[in-house]
């Protein structure tokens, strides 16, 4: 049997389109044992699938691919579809939408909207060949035919989750350009001179964390091996090893604290977490003495409390990271059908395609919104 349409991978992009494109034979191929793991764990189990405001401001790659994208279908119209299908939902921070209950919500909604399609669960892709239609063969020594192949396979994040580069392999064979991956919305690791933040694990302050052109005003979390936490995770899709700097006091300023005459302890005087405090006068060799028996130059160590800078020794990399960053190069997509603009009936859908967004559910709008503008353009197409 030929298809009219396989994907590769069973993720969130996939889902979206396949449940538009009724009229289709369809085949759905993961090497998952279940649909879209990463929609399941997503948001801590409840699945931030979009945000307040989307606006191609918080991704990186082609501007012009996203504004067009989310021009055709965004969040409301997103919103609009989960309606339809009863999804129970909140709005977190005034901003961030999740499922009210659970992500499998979200994943019963697809299920009963897939039920056209052929599910090819359990099955990695190896290779696609190509010779009159399209041939993915997989590690079952199953051979899949169709006439159009989406390539809907994800980032290289979270391999335990299924992950791989498959798609990247699939679309240099076909002549596309890959822009350089790396993980992101992920945990900075530390160099030596900030090692006293390890002795914080557990803790979290609001911060504002600078990061090459963007400031996040967000919670940073102190963990085991590093930093995370919001902030972190954002400022990670824009650092590129360079130095960051973290206002721990974002609030307040620092040297006007200090001008005041005062008895107090600094650990009494900041505020701050009390162990926060601790570890950081001890990284500047600091006692924790009345603010009038404080000198000029260490007070000066003080004020650094409103612009930490440091270079992150590296991230947690792609066993931890959200996202990938990079991908397939859009240049060679059309923009308006996702469709190869070197191989006829080939599409890329989702996060394997150089578009990355920051936290928030910006992630999941974009494969929702690629797949459903691909979907439409191939309903037009038939
Ligand atoms: C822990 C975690 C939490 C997240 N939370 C959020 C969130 O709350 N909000 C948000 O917007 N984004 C979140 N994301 C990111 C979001 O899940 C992804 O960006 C999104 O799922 C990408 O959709 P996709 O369809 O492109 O790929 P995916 O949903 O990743 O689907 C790709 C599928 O391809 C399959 N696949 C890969 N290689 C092969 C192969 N060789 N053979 C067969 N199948 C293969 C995979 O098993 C997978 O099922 C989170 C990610 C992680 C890891």
Known sequence: MIFDIVFIGAGASSLMAASLLKNHSIALVDSSSKIAPKIKISGGGRCNFTNKIISSDNFLGDKE?????????????????????????????????????????????FSKQIRHCSLFLNHTVMDVEFDRCFIVETDKKTTIKAKKLVVASGGLSYASLGASDIGYKIAKKFGHTIKTTSPALVGFTLQKEQFWMKNLSGISCRVALHVEDEIFIDDLLFAHKGISGPAVLNASLYWRR????????????????????????????????????????????????????????????????????????????????EVTKGGIDTNDINHLSFESSLQKNLYFIGEVLDVTGELGGYNLQWAFSSAVVMSKNMECDK
């Not at 209950?101 to 994943?107: E, V």
């Not at 973290?246 to 008895?263: A, C, G, H, M, T």
């Not at 650990?267 to 405090?277: M, N």
């Open 65 to 109: 691919l996203l504004d067009k994208t989310f021009k055709s279908y965004d969040n409301s119209d997103l919103l609009k579809f989960f309606k339809k299908y009863n999804l129970e939902y909140n709005l977190k921070d005034n901003q961030k939408y999740f499922c009210k209950n659970s992500s499998s919500d979200i994943l019963d909604i």
């Open 242 to 321: 360079g130095v960051v700097s973290i206002d721990f006091l974002p609030k307040v300023n620092v040297v006007k604290l200090l001008e005041k005459k005062s008895k107090k302890q600094i650990s009494s005087l900041l505020p701050l977490p009390k162990r926060f405090v601790k570890e950081y006068l001890k990284s500047i060799n600091l006692d924790d003495v009345a603010i009038d028996r404080l000198s000029k130059s260490q007070k000066e160590k003080l004020y650094e409390l409103n612009h930490y800078i440091f270079a992150p020794a590296g991230n947690f990399g792609y066993t931890k990271a």
